[in-house]
């Protein structure tokens, strides 16, 4: 069975307008500039990582992504360990940034505090 990217663009172009997001917008929450323009164009290709990350920073699955209908089964779960593996790392990547930013704030709030006598 072929991919067909027209579809999945389509279909990522309606997980981008449905949740009122500009071009730029969808870009930025991915991580890439101007991807549907990019994937139209063929001007790049699609890695399993943005597939992923689209999945996780739109609540869709693999399957809708890609074929645009959710499995057939839904009470069994036909993700790969290796895939649960990402979304595992993802997470843990996320917090990781998260509790960085946050040590970066506390230490660009001490240098702004004057020193107590």
């Not at 969808?26 to 500039?33: D, P, T, V």
């Not at 994937?39 to 943005?50: A, E, L, P, Q």
């Amino acid at each position: 069975m072929k991919w067909d990217v027209d579809k999945f663009i389509d279909i990522v172009d309606n997980i981008r307008i449905s949740n009122g997001l500009n071009k730029a917008a969808f870009g930025r929450k991915i991580g890439i500039r101007d991807p549907i323009t990019v994937w139209k164009n063929r001007r790049g290709t699609v890695g399993i990582k943005t597939l992923i990350t689209i999945c996780n920073e739109f609540d869709v699955t693999l399957d809708y992504l890609i074929r645009g209908k959710e499995a057939e089964n839904k009470n069994e779960d036909t993700r790969t360990p290796d895939y649960n593996c990402l979304i595992e790392i993802n997470a843990l990547q996320k917090q990781i940034i998260k509790q960085h930013q946050e040590i970066q704030n506390l230490k660009a709030n001490n240098k702004k505090t004057p020193p107590r006598l």
